[in-house]
Each structure stands twice: as structure tokens, then as C-alpha cells.
């Protein structure tokens, strides 16, 4: 897998100068390229390092003097970090897995397969499932009762489709991502002592014994188009209606995305965060690492949130988030300040106190 | 898979009100039913929805006015919730495997089956151990050296139970689930920094270069009756006794248990909770999503955490606690006031200290 | 297997007392002991109820008076929790399971397994892949194409290894984990909202709606020697260049470290830690249990950190951590101080605004 200076340029549609003829096999950081390397030094920071490096070529921003840098040929993009999409895209070698159906597989003869799909040794297809064109499934998968994977989708090691989970098209989901489970509802004969607290926002009642009930989960869980799953992460089947996930939504490693919950399009979840049963996430919004998302509430289109954001009540849209609790940015900020000058307040106050009720002691 | 209204009524113990021989085969949401769904309308606001769906009869709550609603059936429910409780288990399809043990499974000849055991395809079920009657296994499980999973339980896809551990009857584990890891406990030949740290509060000491040497696990794994595991959860085993979890526990996704836990009966641990080495959970205690507990501490009784709260010392019996640190309810609540107020304060105090300083300058 | 007292203690390198021919085959907690355990008793108050159990023989401190505590043997530690690790190793009996290579194992012909391998139960080993002597991979683990697992390592249970992953010796993986997967990297064709929150600390700018477009992970992981991985922990491969952890660091269950990543050596990381991409943490370093750490900064030799504590920013070497974010721990303990008494403070500057806008109300 080589290409020339010239190739990469055209599928990026961006721009080629010097000795566009040059070939390439991979990318490099600037000091760890050799010859055969296309060197990444998408920023003049970067670029200084090309010399303790063996890199003919590079890509480099826009109106980068790429001769000025010792390089034979450059790839000048206006927008570098989006042409590492295109780039790392060209170049990946992938898993190495061979085409095909692998005879250790098992699947039902009432199972679907179109055209062209392959999976890998000891993953196993229920009655009912149907694979999209394209689609490529790993070792150890498994895909439940009536449940649908879209085309061109991969499923990396061990994932996990339970009964009535369908993906759109180009679904991509890592390693051990466990989807369709049962949600997490559970229900005490009486009024329970968690249903109280909610009412009075801190009173449990009585702590009589409870014993919990299992509420079953009927829904599925309904991926659109151009999804992915992180490794690890769980995403639950809903209660009477299905768990949603809108096209184009990309999720991180140890998410866990609850019963019922339905997230909009196009949004960046990432790693450990964690949404409740029931929430409803609009489009485009990025939760950063570690958010938690009390259950039942909503989250608008575009909002933001701050890396440990814990989310207790309902954020209107277009809000960036940070803290515990989720506050407005630039609120949390300043309280984060007043943190490091607390201790200094609270002597201050008892200063003042004492100047105040006794002012002569001041002179 | 259908059933009567005066079925399923009979069988929640529960009133059935019209023409109970409607024949309805799932349940749906009021806008989402057709003739054949029994609608869930459990409150009134949901009930107006009726009139958007096709729905012929409908759950209630207890004095409905169910004509009204245009309905030709009703299931009237005291606690709807705990309703849907029955009706979700009488409807549920499940993963819709076939019964027996699969040709692929590789069962040691030391181990022991009761009767009416399902075994699916792949799954490992290792020498000395026990699988109780009616138990369900799916595909990709494995059943470690001497463990015992109860009567009339369900490990769904990718479960590995290790070796020593023993599960109650009616044990669930979801997908990926992961019981039975070593602990992770490791020691220095010296003081550690972290032991230090903890003497002092913060003086990690010198710092010299320290490796760390494992202990090894050599409890297992004790789980009581009813007990339910989350997708991708892990417990680990105990150093020398067992790690345990306690009769009609549950517990959600992607939640850590460590070694030597011990976890009461019938409590509730949310998605991501995180319990630390040694720590003990008494009855009936509820943790909030995301909930961190650090090691060799003890949570009493009946206690409720918030969404994200970190315990970092022992919890009293009772108590509803939230916030990091974890602190009761309401002066949480209390504290999350101030944060919104802080800035204003700390310009409170600068005001005050000007006009204390120089009375004057007020005028 | 049983030993000797005298046996075990030549194998710690301690001193054995009173009568060091009995035999035992475990180890238990003073009452749980019966006649052939070694009770373990590292601290005064554990050797009171030694008289409650059974207990012929205890390890016990150094200055101990073991016969006034009724036994007729001892083992004198100097460090007795050091002392564990040599203990739990002798007694530890496993997961039990047959050495050699199952029949249903899939192994690539162009892959490479050195002397005493022994591969579990439907596993697979793709090609190109290199295991090291005496290593052990239990059932249903993947080593991916080019993978290299160093010698005397162990995979237990489902183990997820992708391609380009490279091990040092003694490597141990729980239950579960997956390394290597895709790092979680997108980017938008246009400047996106969270790329202008970071500019401006709050302001996402216009919410056009964006989507994302993958960066592959080209790079693997890199492992050191003597590194332990929990169960259903993730780590992400590199961009470009590696992933790495360093030698003899130890990472808990379901942690999460993101592509690029470079850990030192000697780190511990706690349960549910999260590392976002391209942190570079230190040597020695020990994450407390729920850690978080923003993408993009770095963390020095030695740090620190406390339970649940959010690392937003870089943390020099030496310190010791805690908090949202996180401070150093002192301050933070004045915080959390403070929290408790803000009510008050509240309070007291209301009351002394009164009094100091009308001072004579107060007479």
C-alpha cells in the first residue's frame, strides 16, 4: 500500500508542490520519519523538527515555505487536522482479517447475509438477523434474534448485538461494545425509599426492607447511519419503545448509555460518560469525559459540557457546561477560583465580624 | 405469544374493566398503540395521548375514568409502576435461543449439569463446576474451575464467571460481564507514598523509584439469590475469604466491584458506580449513578446516594448523601446554592472590607 | 499443595518460630482458621481473635509474642503486607486450567508461539502474531495480526487483543480487556464548537449544525514489562506513533486510556480512571480510584491523586492531588472544610452587611 505525493493530494483535494512523485507507505511525527514517510507538520511548531528527521516529504498548512524546510515535496493543506482524516484513512492497514465466512462461524439458516460479508472465526448469528452488504464482523461477535447490522459496517472483537437491535449503514463498533442489553428498572412493591427522596429532596422515610422487581425490557436499540461505538461501552435495550442513537453520533470507550434514553445526530460522546434512563440528548452535542446525565431529564441541541460534568436537571440549548453540578462554563470557572481563595474568606469574614462588633479594637 | 385482558389481569392480581377478551399480544406506548397493544397510560398526562393511537384497551391508574378515554378495555393498577413489572415479564420475548446444550459448547467431563441447563454455542463451562437447573447460558460464555451458577439463571453473551466463584439461584449476568478478575492489590517492599500520603494527608514523602509486587487473589466470588449483574461489569475475587454480594442485590452497567466487597441484600448500584477494596455495603442501600466509594470504609443501612457522589468515609446508617465529598443531601443542595452566589460573596466581602477599612469613603 | 511453615517462611525470607514442621494449604482470617490454614494476623488487633478460629500456626509482625497468642508456630514478618505477595503466590491454585493448545483454538500458520504456550478454548491468534514462552491465553481471547505477547504472560477470559499491539514479559490482562482499539478522534470539515469553547473558555460560537469525520488509529499499543491490565479495561491505539505504557505499571478494571497516551513506569491506576488522548503521565505516578484527565497535558513523576478527582490541568512532579478540579490535596481538604461552614459564612456576611450599611441597628 504506496502512494504517491500526487495520489494523496488528490483524494484529499488539496494542494501538491515539488517532486509530487515521491511514494509513501505511512505517516510519521517529524523526527521519526525515514524517506518512505510522509512527515505530519501541520503546524510551524512541528516543522522545526523535520530536520532531526529522514522525511522527503510532508504535509504542511496552507502558505507553508516548504522549501525553506529542506523537503523535495509537500502537501499544503488549508485545514490540516481535517486532512488527517483522509490521510490516516488511505493508510490503514486495518485488522488483517481474511475475507469471507470463516467455517468455525455459526449462523441460523433463518439468518440474512448479503453480499460480500465476512465473519470472522467463532461469532455467531441468530435466527432472524440480517448483515448489510459489505459488512465485516470479527472473531467472537455475536448478533441476536431479528436484530439488523446496516452495510459497510464493522464490528471489531467480541462485540456484543443482543435480539432487536438494528444500526444503519458504516455502524462501526469497538471491541467488547456490549449492545442490547436489559435496562436497569427496577421496582419495589410500595412506594420506595429512592421515589421519596425525589419528592422531598432528601427524606427517605421509614427504612423498612425493600425488595426490588424486575421491570423486562421489550424495546430494542435503533442506530442510524455513520454510528460508532467505543470499546466496552453498553448501550441498553428501551422498556416498551426502543433505545435510540441518531445518525452520525459517535460514541467513546466505557459509556453507558441507559434504557430508553435517545440521543439526536451527529453528537461526540466521550470516554466513561454515563446517561440515565430516559434522557433525551438533541444534535450535536459533545459531552466531555466522565459526564454523568441524571435519568429523565433533557439535553439540547449544541450543548457543551466540560470534562466530570455531572448533569442534574435539564440544559437548555446551545449552554456549555462545566462542574458538579453542571453550571454555565463561565460560571464553574469562577467558582473554581473562588475555591483557591475560600480559606482566605472565611478569615477575612472573621476579621471583619471582629472589627464590626468591636470597631475601637481596630485602632 | 398473546393474552386476554382478564389474563393478564389475572395475573397482575389486578382489575380488568370492559371487554376483557380483547386479545392483545405487546404493549406500547398511548401514540405508538395499534388494536392489538395494550397501551401503558399509568398517569393522566399520558392518558390524553390515547386519542392519538389505535389502542382498544390500555393500563390505568386505579379510578380512571376509562370510557372517557374511548377505550373498550382497561387494566385498572393501584401502583401502575409495579404493574409493569408483570406485564413487561408476561410479554418478554427474550433472545430467542434454542434450548439444549449447542454441539459447539466444550463442557468439561468434571463438570456437573442439572436437569434442563442450555448451553450456547462456544461457551466453556471448565472441570468441577455447577450449573443449576433451568440455567440459560448463551454464546461466548465461560464457567471457571469450581464455580457454581444457581438454579434458574441467565448469563447472556460473553459472561465470564472465573474460577471459585458461586452464584444463588435466579442470577442474571447481562452481556460481558466480567466476574471473578483477580483483585488488584499491589505492595512495595518499602512504605509506599500512597501509605504515607495517607498518614499524613498529603506528604507523599521522598520520592524514590518503587515497584509493585502483586498479591494474588485467592477468595472467590460469593453472590446470593436474585441477584442481577450489569453489561461489561466487573467483580473481582477476594484476597483470602470471598468477595460478596448479598440476596436480591442488583446491580447496573459497567460498574466496579472490588476485592473483598461486601455488598448487603436487596441493594441497588447505578451505572459506573465504583466500590474500592474492602469496603462494606449494608441492606437496602441505593447508589446513584457514578457513585465512587474509596477502600476499607463501611456505607450503613437504607442509604441513598446522588448521581456522582464520592464517599470518601464511613456513611452512617439512613443517610441520603450527594456531592464530592459526599455530605448529606441537603447540605449539598445547600453548598451547589452557594457556588452560584460565590462570586457575589467574595465582591460582598471586598465591599465590606473597603467601607470597615475606610467608613468615610462611604459617603 | 501444602507447605511447610519452614518452607514458607525460607520462601519469604522470614523467620519461622515454634514447632515450623506443621503443615498447612491456605491461608484464612484468624476466625475462619482451621488446623491446616496459616492464619493471617499482620497487626495486634487481628491477632485477638485468633483464639475465635482454629489456628494451629499465624504470620504475625516481627516483635510478636506468638505463644502468649496460643499457636505453636509462627512467621515473623517485618512487613507483613509485603509479605502477602509471597504468600498469595505459593498458595495461589489458579484458574485451572490444561496446559497446551485446545483443539477448537484457531492459529494462523504464519503465526509464532515459542516453547510452553498454552491457548484456551476458541481462541484465535491471527497471523504474524508472536507469543512468548510459557505464556498463558485462556479461552475465547484474540491476538491480532502482528501482535506480540511477551513470555510468561497470562490472558484470562475474552481477552481482546488488537493488531499491532506489542506486550512486554509477564504481561497479565483480566477478564475482558480490550487493547486495542481505535482511538476515539474525529474532526469537522470546518473549525468546530468544542475547538472554539477551548479558545474562549465558554463561547461555542454559531451552532451550525457539523459532523464528524474519523481520524484512524495507525499506530498500536506499546507495553513495558511486568504490566497488569483489569478487566474490561480499554486501551486505544495511537494515531501515529504508539500507545505506551511503561514497565512494572499496574492499571485496575475498566479504566480507560486513550490513544496516544504514554504512561511512565511504576504507575498505578485505580479503578474507572480515564486518561484522554495524548496525556503523558510520569514514573511512580498512582491515579486514585475514578480519576480523570483532560486530553493534551501531562502529569509528573510521582503525582498522586485522591479518589474522583478531575485533573483539568498539567500537575508538576511530586504532587500529591485532589479534588474538581483538582488542587493540591491540603487545599482541597480546606475546601471540602469549607463547604460544611459556607451556610454560615452566608449568613454572617448578610449580617454584616446589615449591620455595617446601618450601624445603629445593631444598638
Redesign the interface.
Known sequence: MSYTIEQIAAALGTQAVGDTGIEVD????PT?AGPRHLA?AMKPQFAESLKDGGARAAVLWEDADWQALGLEAAILAP?P??A??GL??M???????DDGI?P?A?IHGDARLEKGVTV???S?I???AEIGAGTVI???C?V???ARIGQMSLL???V?I??RVTTGDRF?A???A?I???G?S?????TS??EK?RET????GE?A??????????GGVEIGD?V?I?????V?CG???STRIGR?S?I???V?I?HNVEIG??C?L???V?I?GSVKVG??V?LG??T?V?DNIFIG??V?T???T?V?ANIP??R?ML???A??????????K??????R??A??AE??K??SNPSAKD
Not at 427496577?186 to 410500595?190: D, P, R
Not at 426492607?209 to 421489550?218: D, E, F, G, P, V
Open positions: 505511512g505517516l510519521a511525527e521519526d505530519l485545514r487536522r481535517y488527517m482524516s490516516t484513512a493508510l490503514d492497514k486495518g485488522q488483517g482479517w470463516h468455525t455459526v470472522g472465526p467463532f455467531v441468530a435466527k432472524g470479527g472473531p467472537h455475536s441476536g434474534m431479528d471489531r472483537e467480541g456484543k443482543g435480539a462501526i469497538q471491541p467488547g456490549a442490547g442489553g436489559d436497569f427496577f421496582v419495589t412493591a410500595e425509599g429512592v427522596v429532596l432528601g427524606d427517605r427504612t426492607a425493600q425488595s426490588w422487581t424486575r421491570i423486562h425490557s421489550l455513520d460508532e467505543g470499546a466496552n461501552t453498553t441498553d422498556t416498551i419503545r452520525g459517535k467513546d470507550n466505557l453507558m441507559g445526530e451527529d461526540l466521550c470516554g466513561q454515563g440515565a444534535n450535536n459533545v469525559g466522565k454523568g441524571s441541541d449544541n457543551i466540560g470534562g466530570g455531572i442534574l440549548a446551545g456549555v462542574g458538579y453540578p453550571m454555565k462554563m463561565e460560571t464553574t470557572m469562577e467558582v473554581f473562588g475555591f483557591r481563595r475560600l480559606k474568606l472565611f477575612d469574614v471583619l465580624k472589627t464590626v
